[in-house]
């Protein structure tokens, strides 16, 4: 089975600094690994993913995120806050083949502060 | 043109009810998800269908049945709504076995039981 353990329900930064919201798997089998975020009242939208390419992976927005499989880690970083960020973040992993469903962590509050 | 719709947006209703709700993609794609969101924000799998054929059902009530009339809409039917059937309904869909299994999402339907 999979899980997804994202650490922190909430983290507040301030403007212009680093964000850092942890995310750590557990899969039985080569994973995918996903970071969407939702704004306020709408859908997810995929932030970057990581396949089986490069281990650093950058996504939209200035959003980047490492795979280490001896941490069994993806986190995501950002180096320079900016007010739009302010949303709820949410890593996911699924498997390669066959039934392709997601699973989520908890989701974590990013609140930016001015 | 939004590539994944669901309709309604909102949807309250009494216990014992009986709804829909409808979801709509333009992608192309062959496989649709449903996703419950519960009050906490936390994210669940609940069916999937590829090309018509359900290949997910993770333990959800008989109460909820998917149906999918061609691989392009994946319905919802809630029939006899409990209080803790309140949640935000997510469509999703992916193109299989492709795009490393991205899964592209609908802006959501709050469902309000009372």
């Known amino acids: 089975a999979q899980s997804v353990t994202q650490l922190g329900s909430h983290v507040s930064v301030s403007e212009g600094a680093l964000v850092l919201l942890r995310c750590n798997y557990s899969?039985?089998?080569?994973?995918?690994l996903f970071w969407y975020v939702q704004y306020p009242n709408q859908g997810l939208q995929l932030l970057l993913k990581?396949?089986?390419?490069?281990?650093l992976v950058k996504g939209i927005n200035g959003f980047e995120a490492e795979f280490k499989k001896s941490e069994t880690s993806f986190h995501l970083t950002k180096p320079s806050a900016h007010m739009s960020d302010a949303a709820e973040y949410f890593c996911?992993?699924?498997?390669?083949?066959?039934?392709?469903?997601?699973?989520f962590g908890q989701g974590t509050r990013l609140t930016i502060n001015p | 043109d939004t590539a994944v719709s669901q309709t309604p947006k909102y949807l309250v209703t009494q216990m014992g009810n009986d709804k829909s709700i409808k979801c709509e993609q333009n992608?192309?794609?062959?496989?649709m998800y449903w996703y419950k969101q519960d009050s906490k924000k936390f994210l669940k799998i609940m069916f999937s269908?590829?090309?018509?054929?359900?290949?997910i059902n993770e333990t959800v009530p008989n109460r909820f049945s998917p149906k999918s009339p061609d691989k392009a809409h994946l319905n919802l039917h809630i029939n006899s709504l409990e209080l803790g059937d309140s949640a935000v309904y997510f469509c999703?869909?992916?193109?299989?076995?492709?795009?490393?299994?991205?899964?592209?999402f609908g802006a959501g339907t709050r469902l309000s039981v009372l």
């Open positions: 990581y396949t089986s390419a490069a281990t």
């Open positions: 992608l192309g794609h062959d496989t």
């Open positions: 996911a992993v699924s498997k390669r083949e066959g039934a392709q469903k997601l699973v």
């Open positions: 999703a869909s992916s193109p299989r076995d492709r795009d490393g299994g991205i899964q592209y």
């Open positions: 269908y590829n090309n018509k054929e359900l290949i």
């Open positions: 899969s039985s089998v080569p994973p995918y």
